[in-house]
């Protein structure tokens, strides 16, 4: 029985170039070749280069720019945001880079930009919906997350980030509040796993690569019902373990670095 193999490894997509990804520059690497690398848990890591690059800009951009004109940047990041999405389309290449996915960020720096300036029109504006409509509102946020995948064609590519990024803005408003019937403390476990949820999403792949590789070692079928289950859980428990250490010991200490800053 052969256990000794890299289950991370995969026959489909290119080798990848390390000192790119860890530079945080792979995703480039993946715009020119048009895949994703074989290799996991870079494939997911595209992602994650963008968000290096945008905190990256954002950093700069909040140094230099005074808070009262951030709603200048905000209109006209959105406006390159579609305007670069639209040539990335046309150009037929994969949009995994910043400026395509800026007003992303954009539209989830509203809420907190809005909460800061104007914390009691924000909080009033939010008590004054009733939970019923609160409630509707999150269904129909959801229900967009559900069908979007669903929609395959060119004006959906172009049409959805805005659909989406403007939904989500105005859910995590509805969420942020202190008196929001919605509002979630620290102290929630949603917000305690919200800790390790960079290290979930990286270490999930090569933990789903791993088991299904021992799994099929050992001869067990996943379309049994109680296989599957105790595969889902192993994994969740082993990429939870994961996260947990990554946190502890790599990421808590340079998220302790702000406060020399």
Known sequence: MELLHLPSFSSEGYEPNWLLYSLFLGNYQSICLGSFPNVSPLPVMWSLCIEEHFYLLWGILSYFVKLNKMPYFFVGGIILANIARIAFVQLELNTSEVLTNLDFFIYGAIPAYLIVRFPNKVENKVLFFSQELKILITLFVVSIVIVSPLI???????????VQGITFAGLITLFSPEKSDFY??????????????????????IWISFFIHIFSDFGISLHI????????????????????????????????LKRKF
């Open 184 to 205: 979630i403390s620290d102290k929630n476990i949603l917000s305690i796993m919200g800790r390790y949820s960079y290290g979930m999403y990286l270490f999930h792949g």
């Open 225 to 256: 019902g109680i296989y599957a289950i105790v595969f889902v859980g192993i994994v969740f428990l082993c990429t939870l373990g994961s996260a947990w250490l990554s946190y502890r010991f790599f990421e808590r200490p340079f998220l302790n």
């Open 152 to 162: 395959s064609n060119s004006i959906k590519e172009l049409l959805m980030p805005s």
